[in-house]
């Protein structure tokens, strides 16, 4: 069993940044960050695998940066030039073995409690 803990979240001003980080407590091969607004669906954000391809929803390209550290046990999402509709509570997840199916947040097997970003107007 993995377990991640995610830290970074809070209240910023819109056009602020933000950097969330996720640890694992063991080896993943995809990790990834979902976010789910009040009254939303839960929606992919950005994955990252093993050896550091990437995938990024619309709404994050341009804006966000998703990266790994050197042991691969850390994931950071590098957030810049907020929008209010950024606000929901982002949450890590991550899967033991790589799949195409990046986006998706039923293939992953792992979940992080989450943290609330809150970008205000």
């Known amino acids: 069993q993995v377990q991640l803990v995610e830290s970074g979240g809070g209240l910023v001003q819109t056009g602020c940044s933000l950097r969330?980080?996720?640890?694992?407590?063991?080896?993943?091969?995809?990790m990834g960050w979902f976010r789910q607004a009040p009254g939303k669906e839960r929606e992919f954000v950005a994955a990252?695998?093993?050896?550091?391809?990437?995938n990024y929803a619309d709404s994050a390209k341009g804006r966000f940066t998703i990266s790994r550290d050197n042991a691969k046990t850390t994931v950071y999402l590098q957030m810049n030039s907020l929008k209010p509709e950024d606000t929901a509570v982002y949450s890590c997840?991550?899967?033991?073995?790589?799949?195409?199916?990046?986006?998706?947040?039923?293939?992953?097997?792992?979940w992080g409690q989450g943290t609330q970003v809150t970008v205000s107007s």
């Open positions: 969330l980080s996720c640890t694992a407590s063991g080896r993943t091969s995809i």
């Open positions: 990252i695998t093993w050896t550091g391809g990437t």
């Open positions: 997840a991550a899967r033991r073995f790589d799949t195409v199916r990046r986006t998706t947040q039923e293939n992953y097997e792992y």
